[in-house]
């Protein structure tokens, strides 16, 4: 299976970009392009991003809503990997219908394991492969390692609904503002 897109200057710009939009601001877009006779191209025209971005963004959220637009930078397990590729072949999915099925936010992030696993396997695929490995290990023990406390769930969760809640109110605004210019553009055209 190839990996699309080839890697170049304008696939690690857009990478790079897309990792740097808000939820809020990617919730903006696809509201926009939901509700909008604009299609992937003009919506990113007017976004000044790629329509590849509009295209992931979009099928994130019509997969996994809201949640599906938060960006999840963080490790994955070896057997998360082997999984994820799993899933992948037995149900004959692209790279992108497999990110956006498992909430990985960059769909080369799955053909990027696809490569390691056929070059070294699970061994290969299991390592973190950021920096050194010996100094990886040093440096995760030194993190604190105490769980969490329910106080502290209470408030992570606090702080996430809160914020889905703006999205939401910031959503919602859009589409009724969007709505409004609509039946602002049909009365002037009544009117005429």
Same mark, same amino acid.
């Given at each position: 299976m190839k990996c699309t897109p080839k890697?170049?200057?304008? @696939?690690?710009?857009? $990478? @790079? @970009?897309?990792? =740097?939009? $808000?939820? /809020? =601001? =990617?919730? /903006?877009i696809v509201a926009h392009y939901l509700n909008s006779n604009d299609g992937y191209s003009k919506t990113a025209q007017k976004f000044g991003i790629s329509d590849s971005i509009v295209k992931m963004l979009v099928a994130q959220f019509k997969t996994n809503g809201i949640k599906g637009l938060s960006h999840k930078n963080g490790t994955y397990s070896g057997d998360f990997k082997i999984h994820v590729l799993q899933y992948q072949q037995e149900n004959n999915l692209s790279d992108k219908e497999t990110a956006v099925y498992f909430k990985i936010p960059n769909r080369g992030t799955i053909c990027t394991w696809r490569k390691k696993y056929k070059k070294g396997g699970y061994e290969l695929l299991s390592r973190d492969g950021r920096g050194n490995p010996k100094n990886m290990a040093a440096k995760k023990s030194k993190k604190n390692t105490e769980p969490k406390t329910e106080l502290e769930k209470l408030r992570e969760e606090v702080e996430w609904l809160r914020m889905e809640n703006a999205i939401l109110k910031k959503l919602n605004a859009l589409i009724q503002e969007e709505e409004e210019s609509e039946q602002g553009t049909k009365l002037e055209s009544s009117e005429n």
């Open positions: 890697v170049g200057d304008n @696939f690690w710009r857009y $990478t @790079f @970009f897309m990792s =740097k939009l $808000t939820l /809020e =601001k =990617k919730a /903006e």
